[in-house]
């Protein structure tokens, strides 16, 4: 260190030249500490940064999970209300299309005695239209016509087609 506590004093070259290199060597040694000390600064922010994010991750891959937890929480319960209202409005389809066979599907018994019915109509109908050919319809109407309610309407008026023998 150079120092002339105040005074003035008179220097040769070399005591310059060696009071030069010192300050050079004082200043070097600061920049250098000082840049130690910015590397530092830097390696601890970016260590904290580093670390910063790898927590804004954690809670970022945290938030995530919880999300998908809850959204499959909810697809699960409107899976499960689905399948109740399916079910229900499923049993109650099969129901109406079990009713409605019910109603379309005579019993074999109802469907032997239609048919019998029908024949015997037949039967009945024939036997008038001959019986009124040879005797006459006795109302006063025309020769071998038989009475309006001779003919075989079948049930309802429907010309006996019930039986699946109509027209034969």
Known sequence: ??????????????????????????????????????????????????????????????????????????????????????AFVSEEFV???????RRLRVSARKQRRRRQTCHQKQRIAQRAVLYFQVCGNGEGGEWGTPPLDAAPTGWGGRGGGECGCADQ
């Open 95 to 101: 129901e109406e299309v079990r009713a409605r066979n």
């Open 1 to 86: 260190m150079l120092s002339t506590s105040g005074h003035g004093t008179l220097l040769n070259c070399s005591e310059i030249t060696a009071a030069l290199q010192a300050l050079e060597t004082e200043r070097a040694a600061k920049a250098s500490e000082v840049s130690k000390a910015k590397k530092q600064r830097d390696k601890r922010t970016v260590e904290r940064a580093a670390e910063n994010d790898q927590e804004l991750r954690a809670v970022a891959v945290r938030n995530t999970v919880a999300a998908e937890k809850r959204t499959a929480g909810l697809f699960k319960a409107d899976r499960k209300k689905w399948a109740k209202s399916w």
